[in-house]
């Protein structure tokens, strides 16, 4: 029998809920059902930021290049950078495996 799901304040909450409890003890996923959700979108807060003018200028200029807002565009190059960073740690011991790697004569 399944353990019943408490009840959570705010998705912070909810959040810190799951990543300290294993999820088959309040859900039977034997009876799961595959569920689309169409369009939803991401929780996001407004934030503010202090850019040069010179890099805000050149940011709208690429954006209206790839016909999109620049907020948007500031949001992607973040993104791509935090995956670059996130792969670092695993790239950085890749390469010294590679650098160490030394074939027998």
Known sequence: MSNPIP??????EER??????DSTEYVD???AKRAVFPNLKPTTRA??????E??????RQMANQRDVPYQSLI???????????Y???FNLAVA??????????
């Open 7 to 12: 009840e959570f304040q705010n998705e912070d």
């Open 54 to 59: 010179s890099m805000l200028d050149e940011l």
């Open 87 to 89: 792969r670092a740690p």
């Open 29 to 31: 996923w034997t009876q």
């Open 16 to 21: 810190e809920f799951w990543a300290t409890h």
């Open 75 to 85: 949001k992607v190059f973040l993104r791509e950078r935090m995956n670059q960073e």
């Open 47 to 52: 934030i503010s930021l202090r850019l040069p």
């Open 96 to 105: 010294e495996k590679k650098s160490s790697y030394r074939p027998k004569t």
